[in-house]
C-alpha cells in the first residue's frame, strides 16, 4: 500500500480537515489545526506531503520522525499541528485496513467508556449559573467555564470579587458535587494568580487551567502553594520535550495535550505514559472537530491516567456547524451519564461525510480569536 495524495478541506466553524488516499482505495482523515491560523497549517501539511506521497502508511513512527525531525527546524504550534492531523490519518488507514479500531492497535483499552465535561458561557453570573444548570439537566456531570476576564499584571480586588460571585454563583446552581473546572486561558499574569487561585478554593474546583501562560511554568510550583485545587496546563505545549520540565517539575496535577496540537496520537501517546510514571493525571484538550475527538477517545482508551475528555458539542464556538454535521455515523459519540463510549469502528471510528465536507469546504472560513485591550489601551492576553 502507498501514500498517493493528501487533500485539506478549511471547513466551518474554524476547523481543518486532512484525506490522505492511498493505492489500494484506503483513506484516513485527520484534523490539523491551529485556531486562527488554518491557512498557514494547511501550507505546512502540503509541505510534508512532499515527503510521504509514494511511502507505505503503516510505518507511522518512521513517518513521524521524519516529519519532526527531517526539517532540521522543527516544533511549535504550525509544525506540530500540521503533524498532528497527518499522524491521526495514518493511523486511521492502518486501523480500517486491519478491520480494529485505533485502540486495539496501542494495546487495547482498558476502559468502555470516559467522563465528558461540556463549556458553559454567559456575559453574567446569572447567565453562566443558568447555562450550567441545563448542561447537569442533560447529563453531564462536570463542566468548565473561563475563570478570569482580562486582568493586568497588576489588578484590582474589584476583578477578583466579580470572578469569584461568578464561580460561586455556579457552584450554587449546580451543587456540592458537580466538576467545575475554571479556565484561566493565560490572562492571569504571576501577581494575580496566586490570589485568584486563593479566593476560589472554596469552591472545590475540579481544576483551574492554565492559571499563567505555559512559558511562564516556573511561576506554578508557587501558585500551587497558594492553592489545593489541581492545577491543569498543556493545550499550548506540542511535544513531550514541552512537557518534560513542567512533568518532571512538579509543577501541574492534570495535564492537557492537544491530539491536533501535540503531534497527534503518535505523540500524545508518549506524553500520557510519560505523565503517568509521575502519577499525573489526562485530560486531553479538544474544543475541535468530530476527527479531533475521535483520535483523543483512542488515546483515553489505552491511558490509565486518562479521567475526563473536552468535546465541544453545542460549544460557543460552533456557530455555524458542529461535531455531528461532518459525520455520517453520528450514534459513535454516544453520551450517556455524563460519559462518552469509546468508539469500537474501524481506524478512529468516525464515517466522515466527504460530500458535506467538500460543500462546507466551499464556505471555509477564516476564524481569527478576538484582540482584548485593558483599560489603558494595552494588549490584553484572549
Given at each position: 500500500?502507498?501514500?498517493?495524495?493528501?487533500t485539506?478541506?478549511?471547513?466551518?466553524?474554524?476547523?481543518?480537515?486532512?484525506?490522505?488516499?492511498?493505492?489500494?482505495?484506503?483513506?484516513?482523515?485527520?484534523?490539523?489545526?491551529?485556531?486562527?491560523?488554518?491557512?498557514?497549517?494547511?501550507?505546512?501539511?502540503?509541505?510534508?506531503?512532499?515527503?510521504?506521497?509514494?511511502?507505505?502508511?503503516f510505518l507511522?513512527?518512521?513517518?513521524?520522525?521524519v516529519?519532526?525531525?527531517?526539517?532540521?527546524?522543527?516544533?511549535?504550534?504550525?509544525?506540530?499541528?500540521?503533524?498532528?492531523?497527518?499522524?491521526q490519518?495514518?493511523?486511521?488507514?492502518?486501523?480500517?485496513?486491519?478491520?480494529?479500531?485505533?485502540?486495539?492497535?496501542?494495546?487495547?483499552?482498558?476502559?468502555?467508556?470516559?467522563?465528558?465535561?461540556?463549556?458553559?458561557?454567559g456575559?453574567?453570573?446569572?447567565?453562566?449559573?443558568?447555562?450550567?444548570?441545563?448542561?447537569?439537566?442533560?447529563?453531564?456531570?462536570?463542566?468548565?467555564?473561563?475563570?478570569?476576564?482580562?486582568?493586568?499584571?497588576?489588578?484590582?480586588?474589584?476583578?477578583?470579587?466579580?470572578?469569584?460571585?461568578?464561580?460561586?454563583?455556579?457552584?450554587?446552581?449546580?451543587?456540592?458535587?458537580?466538576?467545575?473546572?475554571?479556565?484561566f486561558?493565560?490572562?492571569?499574569?504571576?501577581?494575580?494568580?496566586?490570589?485568584?487561585?486563593?479566593?476560589?478554593?472554596?469552591?472545590?474546583?475540579?481544576?483551574?487551567?492554565?492559571?499563567?501562560?505555559?512559558?511562564?511554568?516556573?511561576?506554578?510550583?508557587?501558585?500551587?502553594n497558594?492553592?489545593?485545587?489541581?492545577?491543569?496546563?498543556?493545550?499550548?505545549?506540542?511535544?513531550?520535550?514541552?512537557?518534560?520540565?513542567?512533568?518532571?517539575?512538579?509543577?501541574?496535577?492534570?495535564?492537557?495535550?492537544?491530539?491536533?496540537?501535540?503531534?497527534?496520537?503518535?505523540?500524545c501517546?508518549?506524553?500520557?505514559?510519560?505523565a503517568?510514571?509521575?502519577?499525573?493525571?489526562?485530560?486531553?484538550?479538544?474544543?475541535?472537530?468530530?476527527?479531533?475527538?475521535?483520535?483523543?477517545?483512542?488515546?483515553?482508551?489505552?491511558?490509565?491516567?486518562?479521567?475526563?475528555?473536552?468535546?465541544?458539542?453545542?460549544?460557543?464556538?460552533n456557530q455555524?456547524?458542529?461535531?455531528?454535521?461532518?459525520?455520517?455515523?453520528?450514534?459513535?459519540?454516544?453520551?450517556?451519564?455524563?460519559f462518552?463510549?469509546?468508539?469500537q469502528?474501524?481506524?478512529?471510528?468516525?464515517?466522515?461525510?466527504?460530500?458535506?465536507?467538500?460543500?462546507?469546504?466551499?464556505?471555509?472560513?477564516?476564524?481569527?480569536?478576538?484582540?482584548?485591550?485593558?483599560?489603558?489601551?494595552?494588549?490584553?492576553?484572549?
Amino acid at each position: 500500500m502507498k501514500i498517493t495524495k493528501l487533500t485539506t478541506y478549511i471547513v466551518p466553524p474554524r476547523w481543518l480537515f486532512v484525506k490522505v488516499e492511498t493505492d489500494e482505495g484506503i483513506s484516513g482523515w485527520g484534523e490539523p489545526i491551529v485556531e486562527g491560523r488554518a491557512l498557514t497549517v494547511e501550507a505546512a501539511v502540503h509541505e510534508l506531503a512532499d515527503y510521504l506521497i509514494g511511502k507505505d502508511p503503516f510505518l507511522i513512527e518512521d513517518h513521524w520522525n521524519v516529519m519532526y525531525r527531517g526539517g532540521f527546524y522543527r516544533g511549535g504550534a504550525v509544525h506540530m499541528s500540521a503533524i498532528a492531523g497527518i499522524d491521526q490519518a495514518l493511523w486511521d488507514i492502518k486501523g480500517k485496513a486491519l478491520n480494529v479500531p485505533v485502540h486495539q492497535l496501542l494495546g487495547g483499552q482498558c476502559r468502555d467508556r470516559i467522563k465528558v465535561y461540556s463549556w458553559i458561557g454567559g456575559d453574567r453570573p446569572s447567565d453562566v449559573a443558568r447555562n450550567a444548570r441545563e448542561m447537569v439537566e442533560r447529563g453531564f456531570t462536570a463542566l468548565k467555564l473561563n475563570g478570569a476576564e482580562e486582568l493586568q499584571i497588576v489588578d484590582s480586588y474589584a476583578k477578583i470579587d466579580a470572578i469569584v460571585e461568578t464561580i460561586g454563583t455556579v457552584r450554587d446552581a449546580v451543587g456540592p458535587h458537580v466538576g467545575i473546572g475554571a479556565d484561566f486561558h493565560g490572562r492571569v499574569h504571576r501577581p494575580m494568580a496566586k490570589v485568584l487561585a486563593k479566593a476560589l478554593d472554596p469552591f472545590r474546583l475540579m481544576f483551574i487551567e492554565e492559571p499563567v501562560l505555559s512559558e511562564n511554568y516556573e511561576a506554578l510550583k508557587e501558585i500551587a502553594n497558594h492553592t489545593s485545587t489541581p492545577i491543569a496546563l498543556g493545550e499550548r505545549l506540542y511535544s513531550r520535550w514541552d512537557f518534560k520540565n513542567i512533568l518532571s517539575g512538579g509543577y501541574v496535577d492534570i495535564i492537557q495535550p492537544d491530539l491536533s496540537h501535540a503531534g497527534g496520537i503518535t505523540e500524545c501517546r508518549k506524553i500520557a505514559s510519560m505523565a503517568e510514571a509521575y502519577d499525573i493525571a489526562l485530560a486531553p484538550h479538544c474544543p475541535l472537530g468530530p476527527i479531533a475527538l475521535a483520535a483523543c477517545l483512542q488515546i483515553d482508551a489505552v491511558s490509565y491516567n486518562a479521567f475526563i475528555q473536552e468535546q465541544s458539542l453545542n460549544i460557543h464556538y460552533n456557530q455555524d456547524n458542529d461535531i455531528l454535521d461532518y459525520i455520517t455515523n453520528r450514534e459513535v459519540f454516544d453520551y450517556k451519564d455524563g460519559f462518552v463510549s469509546i468508539p469500537q469502528g474501524p481506524g478512529l471510528g468516525v464515517e466522515v461525510d466527504e460530500a458535506y465536507v467538500i460543500e462546507r469546504a466551499k464556505t471555509g472560513h477564516r476564524w481569527r480569536n478576538p484582540v482584548w485591550r485593558h483599560e489603558d489601551g494595552s494588549f490584553a492576553e484572549w
